[in-house]
């Protein structure tokens, strides 16, 4: 993604001007990262529009893995190698 669709990934996706099934992948990392995920039957027939079984399968475990490598990093108050102590971290402590 390009600094701007990124911009726009992060705005309202209703007006994001990005690719539909960009939009659709955006909406299903939105949803399985929330508190209480759950596919309404709407965005499952968003993901049908673009992707088949295989691909929805897919790419909700790669975001599933991605979505819980985060939280971990965040629990355990993990830093990339090249960060020091002074280095603040992203996150509320």
Do not use: K
């Not at 990005?18 to 596919?39: F, G, I, K, Y």
């Amino acid at each position: 993604m390009s600094e701007p669709e990124a911009e726009q990934a992060l705005g309202d996706l209703d007006r994001a001007d990005l690719p539909a099934p960009t939009v659709a992948a955006l909406r299903l990392a939105d949803c399985l990262t929330s508190e209480r995920p759950l596919v309404d039957n709407a965005l499952y027939a968003e993901l049908r529009h673009h992707f088949d079984e295989g691909q929805i399968l897919e790419l909700g475990a790669a975001l599933t893995v991605a979505s819980g490598w985060q939280r971990m990093i965040e629990a355990f108050g993990i830093r990339p190698d090249s960060w020091s102590e002074s280095t603040p971290l992203p996150w509320p402590q």
